[in-house]
């Protein structure tokens, strides 16, 4: 499964999801799939904050020197916001409206994270 | 009840949490409460670098311009981390051991957060 195809079934399998993204080191998005009408959502501006905020936390992780960073999530302004490293300053963005099912969300993003990692690295 | 007495339920009424504290604009504890012997926890210096990265989060919501940050939780480590602002700049801290229970932590949060923000408003 490519990765727009998997990113649109993430997307899908979540009550409330609007977007999912592949995130490169800068919070550019290198992959994505936004459902049907996301009003309000300006996923290329917002991936680029979060991503920032994402880069924030795994510096004081490791500052703290407790482990890397697993996960980062938000709530702002009526969306779920997911984060989840998978390595090679690439990261793994959910984003969805409340309430939705943030919870299986982390759990699918946790899930699937390997099998992101392993495809960038066959791209790179 | 006072904020020690609250911060102390909300540690004994989530599964896996070590510590709870309200933080000040600073991320230094304005009042905690530790459970027994939190190892590999210091809570201070934890406490200052996830406040700003909740302040680094904040500043991001406010350019987005789509609402208020309303929570941040990460998972670093092996332990779950839940930040929500109570206004004024305080925010209350809540801190677990993987795996817990982060959901019923963010649930207890959000329930006390009206409570601890008025109890502020008395002590300033």
Same mark, same amino acid.
């Given at each position: 499964v490519g990765f727009e195809a998997r990113l649109s079934q993430l997307v899908h399998q979540v009550? $409330?999801?609007v977007a999912c993204a592949v995130l490169g080191v800068d919070g550019i998005p290198v992959a994505q799939h936004v459902a049907g009408s996301p009003e309000g959502l300006d996923l290329e501006s917002s991936a680029v904050e979060w991503g920032a905020v994402l880069g924030q936390a795994q510096a004081a992780a490791a500052r703290l020197? $407790?482990?890397?960073?697993?996960e980062l999530s938000l709530q702002v302004g009526g969306l779920w916001v997911l984060l989840r490293p998978v390595g090679g300053g690439h990261h793994l963005l959910l984003v969805g409206r409340m309430p939705g099912n943030p919870g299986k969300g982390r759990f699918l993003l946790r899930l699937h994270a390997g099998e992101v990692a392993a495809g960038l690295a066959l791209l790179s």
């Open positions: 009550d $409330g999801a020197g $407790g482990g890397p960073l697993e």
